[in-house]
Structures are given as C-alpha cells and as structure tokens.
C-alpha cells in the first residue's frame, strides 16, 4: 500500500526560528508533490508544489524534493506564531489522487 | 489558486435524517473530486472518488449506499449522508483536481447528528 509518513510532532520552534518538516513516500513513481497547511476547524490550503528535483522557493518557504531518497520537505523561514498548523504531505497516486499524510504539528512560540 | 465552494459550512441534523452536502468547483472543470472525512485531532480521510458521470469509488469501509455520492457535472459533486447517526458526527470535506496536479479543498462542512 502506498504510503506518506509525517512526523506527527508537534514540532515546537521559537519564533523567528527556522521550522523543518520532514516527510518520506514509498511509492517510487510519484511524480507530484505538495504542501498543504491547515489550521485547526479549517480545510487544508495549498502552500507550496513540487516536481522535480531540487529547491523551489516562494517568499519564506522552501520545499525540497529528493525523488532517489523519496523524501521532501518543507523549511519556513522567520517563522511566525501565525504559522502554527498542521502541515500535510501530499503526494500523486496512480489514480489521480493525492495521498496525503498524517500531518505535522507546528508549534511556533514568540 | 482554483476555488472550490462547499455548502453548507456547518449543519446539524437529528438521527436519522439525511444531509447533503455540495461541492462546487467555480472556476475550473473538475473531472474528478475527493471527499474526505475527518475526526477531531485525526488525519483526511479519504471517502470516495468522484469522476463526472460514473460511479463513484469508494474506499474500503465506506458504505457506499450510507455516503451517496452524484458527480452529474464537470463544476459539481455531492455527497449525501442517508440515516445519519451521531457516529457520522465529523468534519467532511471536498477537493477537487485539474487531471493530476494539485487538489483544491473546499472549506468544509461539520456535520453534527444530534
């Protein structure tokens, strides 16, 4: 069964501090990745998207592919108290779908 | 990004009576929608896939004549819940999908069965 392991966390980071999240897949022919975050009571939100290997940046996140590995992560600069949620590893299935996976708890303390 | 609209928000239901929920993706075409389940301090679960005009697929341990899915058009999926029990009491959730990238969440409803 394909799968997506998340540390669960909570991952507690100062505020200003950077917060990495971490995430591994076993599906091998996965070609889509993503970044969700959701706040308690809230569907998720799109946060970032990924595709090949490397770095891709936007504003204070960064989301790191490593397809040889099957890791990716998500690192939030200046991290802020607003950013406290749960982040969601995503990625493609071979039906169209998405497996996302059990999330992460960010905790950023000012 | 896209917007998908999900109606209601929030609604609560006496047992078992039925509720229907929307998921409208207003800007895009969605041939396919996800809906998800989830329960307090718990990870998405996901219910049924939805592709426009067939039937709906259904994981494991989802009782598909409970959780009756209709996707009749590319912008539309519903999910209704027949007989709700207080058990059904949980946060669902819709998304849609333009082909295999990423998915766009509706907001949510919290469907209380009292």
């Known amino acids: 069964q394909k799968e997506v392991e998340q540390n669960s966390g909570p991952l507690s980071v100062p505020e200003g501090a950077i917060a990495s999240l971490n995430c591994t897949y076993s599906?091998?022919?996965?070609?889509?990745f993503f970044w969700y975050r959701q706040y308690s009571g809230k569907s998720p939100e799109l946060i970032m998207s990924i595709y090949s290997n490397g770095d891709k940046e936007d504003g204070r996140f960064t989301a790191q592919l490593n397809k040889a590995s099957q890791y990716v992560s998500l690192l939030i600069r200046d991290s802020q108290p607003s950013d406290s949620a749960t982040y969601l590893c995503?990625?493609?299935?071979?039906?169209?779908?998405?497996?996302f996976g059990k999330g992460t708890k960010l905790s950023v303390k000012p | 990004g896209a917007v998908v609209s999900q109606h209601p928000s929030r609604v609560i239901c006496k047992s078992g009576t039925s509720v229907k929920i929307e998921c409208r993706s207003l800007?895009?075409?969605?041939?396919?929608m996800f809906w998800y389940r989830q329960f307090p301090k718990q990870s998405l679960m996901l219910m049924a896939t939805?592709?426009?005009?067939?039937?709906?697929?259904?994981e494991q341990g989802v009782e598909k004549d409970k959780f009756l899915i209709n996707h009749a058009s590319l912008t539309l999926s519903t999910l209704t819940v027949t007989s709700a029990h207080p058990e059904d009491s949980s946060f669902y959730i819709c998304?849609?999908?333009?082909?295999?990238?990423?998915?766009?969440f509706g907001q949510g409803t919290r469907l209380t069965v009292v």
């Open positions: 599906d091998r022919v996965s070609q889509s």
């Open positions: 800007d895009f075409q969605a041939t396919t």
């Open positions: 998304s849609a999908q333009m082909g295999s990238t990423e998915a766009f």
């Open positions: 939805s592709n426009e005009g067939s039937k709906a697929t259904y």
């Open positions: 995503a990625v493609s299935g071979s039906q169209g779908n998405l497996i």
